[in-house]
């Protein structure tokens, strides 16, 4: 298996990265997450951080073969300012709100089983350790992986949609169920969205981190109503769907308005510099 990611590797290196080469890039590396995962929680083995530290560890020997800079460019830091730091995280905050509803009216349609989750993760007892290997290693890994490799490599090959959708479709394909499969995917497009607009897998992986947080620590859905339409189904308040909606909004059209604004400042060096007419 090893040769055969070696070989994959190597050929991915040498060659655009096309749909087929992602989807088996994938299934070799999350194999190697959800095998580990699924082994130490089978056992109820307390194991701590191990296995997100040899699916990061996979993650990073993946980028490293890929090309000797590979890893260095994918984690390049590039300086974001507060007020477009504030707008994805806006922006962010909405969107949890709309794929929780989502997330709700998906589950009224196709409710999740009696206790298929059981035996899928062993959440550790420490506060600490629900951070790291909840929030924290996962942000960082399955970026660098999905962002940092994979969306960036498509943006070579394919149209910035194309490469954005595929990428967040894997995302979410890799999941391995439906129920968080197709908030992954809506995930995956906003996070895709944002690393091709500002070029940084660093906001990526801290907004990944706080929704994994929010996820751990929050009711989800963050509210549930019962009334004679709802029953008991979990559903939103309106008003908290519509402050969702606002917040994405609010968000995206503060993104646009400073990404016009850098823009108009660029050209007017320009033209001081003589290089525009």
């Known amino acids: 298996m090893l040769k055969k990611l070696y070989n994959l590797i190597d050929t991915i290196h040498l060659d655009p990265l096309t749909v087929k080469k992602a989807i088996l890039l994938c299934f070799f590396v999350m194999g190697f997450r959800f095998a580990a995962g ?39 830091w590039r300086d974001v300012p507060l007020a477009v730091f504030a707008g994805v995280m806006i922006m962010f905050s909405g969107l949890d709100i709309i794929t929780s509803e989502l997330y709700n009216i998906f589950n009224i349609l196709l409710p999740v089983p009696d206790n298929f989750f059981d035996g899928w993760f062993y959440k550790p007892r420490s506060v600490f350790l629900i951070i790291l290997t909840g929030a924290l290693l996962p942000g960082i890994s399955e970026e660098i992986f999905f962002r940092g490799i994979i969306a960036r490599r498509f943006f070579r090959a394919y149209s910035p949609v194309k490469s954005i959708l595929v990428s967040a479709a894997l995302f979410g394909l890799f999941h391995l169920n439906p129920w968080q499969a197709v908030n992954a995917f809506y995930f995956g497009i906003f996070l895709g969205w944002i690393y091709r607009r500002y070029k940084t897998i660093w906001l990526c992986m801290f907004t990944h981190a706080c929704h994994n947080f929010l996820v751990d620590f929050m009711p989800y859905p963050y509210i549930a109503v019962k009334n004679a339409y709802y029953l008991e189904m979990w559903r939103h308040p309106l008003w908290f769907d519509i402050m969702g909606l606002l917040l994405f909004a609010f968000g995206l059209f503060t993104l646009i308005v400073l990404g016009r604004k850098k823009q108009a400042e660029q050209t007017a060096a320009k033209i001081n510099k003589g290089e525009i007419k």
């Open 38 to 76: 699924w082994l130490f929680s089978k056992f109820h083995i307390s194991v701590g951080i191990i296995p997100d530290l040899l699916f990061l560890a996979v993650i990073l020997l993946t980028a490293r073969m890929m090309g000797r800079d590979e890893l260095r460019r994918i984690l390049a």
